[in-house]
């Protein structure tokens, strides 16, 4: 059993409120900042701006899951207080810098192809796009160095110092393509800016974690057994980085193929605004990641803290996800029109719920990485894209994209089965102890409340006014009757350090 116990709720709560205002504040700045990005470089240009971003975002895929490896295995050694943790540092460095030179001279070789046969660049743009990929093969070998100096500050739960550097690196990256609306920069420009800002972020990771861990960080050189170690958990962990986005977007391209442009706008707009519910999920996984990867074998303590995640989840998602469920009517004619309204309820609704259960799935996905079994969700998410594009298919050809919703719902309740089979019914007495069921008789109580006002109210402004006070009723219910005292504490914490 490791030496280490549970990290103190304050810091939990707090590296998991740092982790969701990081996820928050880069896309709010993204919405004032890119209409001027667009002037700037005009809708070509933002066009290919856009195709670097998604490079930037997706190379990661190059560390081969050594940076999850990396807080997974540092943070054993951390719980254990041995010497494994500077061979962690110095491998995942090292295997990360060499998978980056090799990204680099990938996106050289074949940036000309790239370029004229398959990106369509128009010729205006055609030296500035070179420029562009050169300086992103630069850049690739620093930036998989940051994924890995983030993932071993994670282990040590400093997530203050990874939003420290992270949160400012991304704003600016989005604040430079505006100021080519004022500067007149051109695209190269823009781009080499962002990659000066990425290696400069790089840098300050690295002395970040010199200052932080200097007396761990003497020199190893490479073992075996661990380097194989790290190789086959990240080789495990890339499998479920390559095959989800393909699980996620997959609906899509199966209705673009079958239907209509229409009907993937239909389709996509509410998609995309309630899967970014999965935000709450995340940033408390990622805080929480290290806390299982440390606690390993300890059955209990992880039991413990799986149960509580699935309790937060719950009451946070699942309140929301009811919220969107009931007023989606509403919503859809608000923001997007009555055009909208008409097609897209029906799985503005399904989405509604399934995000829910989608979320709840991450925390077992989590405890199974932390655990040492990354092995078991990818080989669940190979055993349902077989069966996603046979429900895909068949529920598109039959019912459009209220097809291609049931078939995604079916798919996330297949994946949360059997990522949460591995753990029945070990956890069902700590489930219990945390009052999971009363909480979702609760959920339940609350839906059937806002069903009624639905039917008697038809103002909207009655409707949302009585919902609010459904909702502060509920929330005072669940302090009273849920949180115990380790979630009251936790509050309490929270509100004394934003007042300090």
């Known amino acids: 059993m490791n030496s280490r116990g549970f990290t103190p709720g304050s810091v939990l709560a707090k590296n998991s409120l740092l982790n969701l205002m990081g996820m928050i504040i880069p896309p709010v700045v993204g919405i004032v900042a890119i209409p001027f990005a667009i002037r700037g470089l005009t809708t070509d240009g933002f066009g290919i701006l856009s195709i670097v971003w998604i490079f930037l975002g997706y190379l990661g895929i ?7 490896a990396s807080t997974k295995f540092a943070a054993e050694s951390l719980s254990k207080r041995d010497n494994g943790f500077s061979s962690v540092f110095w491998i995942s460095l090292r295997l990360n810098f060499l ?32 420029l562009s990929f050169i300086y992103l093969g630069i850049a690739l070998p620093f930036i998989l160095l940051s994924l890995s100096m983030k993932g071993i500050l994670g282990a040590a739960q400093r997530f203050d110092l990874v939003n420290f550097v992270y949160v400012p690196t991304t704003v600016v990256s989005l604040l430079i393509p505006a100021m080519s609306y004022f500067f007149k920069y051109d695209l190269s420009t823009v781009v080499l800016l ?36 790290m190789m086959i958990y990240g080789g495990w962990v890339t499998v479920s980085g390559i095959i989800s986005p393909l699980l996620v977007y997959m609906d899509r391209i199966f209705i673009g193929a079958f239907l209509s442009m229409s009907d993937v706008s239909f389709y996509s707009a509410p998609f995309e605004a309630i899967y970014r519910l999965r935000i709450i999920s995340i940033a408390l996984m990622t805080t929480f990641f290290p806390e299982f990867s440390a606690l390993g074998s300890q059955n209990n303590r992880t039991a413990i803290l799986m149960s509580r995640s699935i309790k937060i989840i719950l009451i946070s998602t699942g309140v929301a996800s009811i919220l969107l469920f009931f007023f989606s009517r509403d919503i859809l004619s608000l923001w997007l029109g009555k055009s909208f309204m008409h097609q897209s309820t029906t799985i503005f609704r399904i989405f509604s719920i399934g995000i829910a259960i989608n979320a709840l ?34 529920g598109i050809k039959l019912f459009g994209i209220k097809g291609a919703a049931v078939a995604w719902m079916v ?49 909207l402004g009655m409707r949302s006014l009585v919902g609010l006070m459904v909702v502060v009723v509920f929330f005072w219910v669940a302090w009273n009757r849920l949180a115990g005292n380790s979630e009251k504490e936790l509050l309490r914490s929270l509100i004394k350090r934003r007042e300090g």
């Open 99 to 130: 998978f980056g030179i090799a990204g680099a001279l990938i996106i050289l070789l074949t940036k000309d192809f790239l370029i004229t046969n398959i990106l369509n660049v128009p010729d205006l743009y055609v030296k500035e796009t070179e």
């Open 62 to 68: 190059l560390d081969f899951g050594i940076s999850r």
């Open 361 to 394: 799935a991450y925390v077992p996905f989590t405890v199974f990485q932390g655990t040492g079994r990354p092995d078991l969700p990818a080989k669940f998410h190979i055993l349902e894209f077989p069966v996603y594009i046979v429900l895909l298919f068949v």
């Open 194 to 229: 962002i990659i000066v800002t990425r290696i400069c972020a790089a840098l300050v990771y690295f002395y970040i974690c010199i200052k932080i861990f200097r007396t761990r960080l003497f020199p190893v050189r490479i073992e075996t057994p661990a380097l194989k170690k």
């Open 411 to 459: 798919r996330i309740i297949l994946d949360f089965s059997l990522l949460y089979y591995k753990f029945y019914p070990n956890i069902l007495s700590t489930l219990k102890r945390e009052r999971i069921g009363l909480e979702l008789v609760m959920l339940f109580f609350l839906g059937c409340t806002l069903f009624i006002n639905n039917k008697i109210f038809s103002s």
